[in-house]
């Protein structure tokens, strides 16, 4: 299993965590290329190799035209230009639920809703450079899980479109509610909202499955900021580690569980509706998948009045019940939702490289009773492959299994 484990020393920002993720190996080149998916302003990424205090590592800046430094824009505008681009499902998916960690964020702080919620720096293509890009650079180097240590904060001030704000922001202080800071004596900001926003939600959409966490050390990556700070370089360090600590949990689990893998608890969400078009289902199914639903489906019924229509089930953690009721109602016609409490039992799940004729595909393997019944090569690597290559999709996916001991 990889692990990505970040650790701070002097702050976290967007340009910081893609600079840490290059230097740790991500294509520089791979992610220009398929940032160029996105309908923004132009752009350049200059990332070059940075020392300090006998460290080495990567910094990142992207250079945009003075006019469209400032670029203002609201969530639903994120949201078209992402989904509209060519960039992989991945990616769009991770993109989109860092954007929403913001705007709610950014909500809670100055008490509106995320729709009314105008990104302005954020907005601009800086800061969708660096976390489409740092999206990226996270599927590139097939992160399974991200741990996220301590990180510093600074005091005073700092200068934005809102006005002169305390440091930490507002928004930094929202999303980072309940993750353990340090307060230092730096008079600057350390920690950014975009760098809190995607350390915050990939620690969320990718927990570790151990607290301490355990592996040994495979690379490490520096990415440095623009700051100069007093007592401490401007550094956050990534360290990818191979564990095998999920599984072996898992079967830990198992022998003292009667053989299951794990069990949980989970919300089922459900409602029938009968009177939205199809574009619209489809439409509010991506929308819960990116707000951090387990599951979203619908299923055909037949109604009062003999009329055909759907059962809307969302799945969902209990934590994200609040978020995923108001996009159903504002995203669908149903007047009420019913929701009940359900346990699952969980197959303890690892990913494995099978060597093709087509390319490396993972495959995610799932694990009952110390033994592996279940193989599910992964879609997106099956798709990017097939493409590659002008063959059908089943090809690959059946040369993955095909692949495997």
Not at 299 to 323: N, S
Not at 371 to 400: F, G, H, I, M, Q
Request: glycine share 8%.
């Amino acid at each position: 299993m990889k692990i990505l484990r970040f650790d701070s020393v002097g702050g976290a920002s967007g340009d910081m965590i893609l600079a840490a993720l290059l230097d740790l190996g991500a294509d520089p080149r791979a992610i220009r290329k398929q940032l160029a998916a996105l309908p923004i302003e132009k752009f350049k990424i200059q990332a070059e190799k940075a020392a300090e205090n006998s460290l080495t590592g990567c910094r990142v800046k992207v250079v945009i035209p003075r006019a469209a430094a400032h670029e203002s824009r609201c969530l639903d505008d994120i949201r078209r230009l992402i989904r509209g681009s060519k960039l992989p499902r991945l990616a769009k998916v991770r993109s989109l639920q860092v954007f929403q960690c913001l705007a709610e964020a950014e909500a809670r702080a100055h008490r509106t809703t995320p729709g009314k919620v105008r990104f302005h720096e954020v907005g601009a293509a800086d800061s969708i450079v660096d976390i489409v890009g740092s999206c990226l650079a996270l599927e590139m180097l097939r992160i399974e899980a991200v741990s996220v240590g301590l990180l510093p904060q600074g005091s005073g001030t700092v200068a934005c479109d809102h006005g002169v704000l305390t440091v930490p922001a507002p928004a930094t202080v929202e999303i980072l509610k309940g993750h353990p800071i340090l307060l230092t004596d730096e008079t600057s900001e350390l920690v950014t909202p975009t760098g809190a926003a995607l350390l915050m939600t990939w620690k969320k959409i990718l927990p570790v499955a151990e607290d301490p966490v355990e592996g040994a050390i495979a690379r490490t990556g520096h990415g440095f900021g623009h700051r100069q700070l007093k007592g401490r370089p401007n550094l956050l360090r990534a360290m990818l580690l191979e564990s095998a600590s999920a599984h072996c949990g898992a079967r830990r689990a198992a022998a003292s569980s009667g053989g299951f893998a794990g069990r949980d608890e989970c919300l089922v969400l459900e409602c029938n509706v009968d009177d939205m078009t199809p574009e619209l289902f489809g439409a509010l199914l991506d929308r819960l998948m990116e707000k951090s639903a387990l599951d979203a489906f619908l299923t055909p019924v037949q109604m009062k009045k003999q009329r055909p229509g759907m059962l809307l089930t969302v799945l969902c953690q209990p934590g994200d019940r609040d978020a995923l009721l108001d996009l159903i109602f504002r995203e669908s016609t149903t007047f009420g939702v019913r929701e009940y409490p359900a346990r699952r039992t969980v197959l303890a799940r690892r990913h494995v490289e099978a060597k093709t004729s087509y390319g490396r595909i993972r495959v995610k393997v799932g694990t009952w009773q110390g033994a592996a019944v279940t193989r599910a090569p992964e879609y997106e690597d099956c798709l990017k492959a097939a493409n590659r290559r002008n063959v059908p999709l089943r090809s690959v996916y059946e040369a993955a299994l095909r692949a495997l001991p």
